[in-house]
Nanobody, 115 residues
Framework: QVQLVESGGGLVQPGGSLRLSCAAS????????MGWYRQAPGKQRELVVR???????FHADSVKGRFTISRDNAKNTVYLQMNSLKPEDTAVYYC?????????WGKGTLVTVSS
């Protein structure tokens, strides 16, 4: 079993920044393959950015140049730095891990971008 706990969401004005954290625990031995997804009201969950299985990164086109994923292996934590936020970035953000091909999800953290 893997447990994922997100934190760092909140209300931010357009153009602002937020950093989300995802602390992983349990049967997870590598942060490779972990990533962030989001789900806006009335829309399907979509990939935001993730580490590939070899540690490089893959970004959705909508966040390239604005969002950055990083990690602290010692803390088993993955971060999402979000800059130049737009109202369309408003969503619940979910952390995902898939050790052994099995998907695990956190409960999500709400990000609201509004003036």
């Amino acid at each position: 079993q893997v447990q994922l706990v997100e934190s760092g969401g909140g209300l931010v004005q357009p153009g602002g920044s937020l950093r989300l954290s995802c602390a992983a625990s349990g049967s997870i031995f590598s942060l490779n393959g972990m990533g962030w997804y989001r789900q806006a009201p009335g829309k399907q969950r979509e990939l935001v950015v993730r580490f590939t299985n070899v540690g490089s990164t893959f970004h959705a086109d909508s966040v390239k140049g604005r969002f950055t994923i990083s990690r602290d292996n010692a803390k088993n934590t993955v971060y999402l730095q979000m800059n130049s936020l737009k109202p369309e970035d408003t969503a619940v953000y979910y952390c995902n891990a898939r050790p052994g091909g099995v998907d695990y999800w956190g409960k999500g953290t709400l990000v609201t971008v509004s003036s």
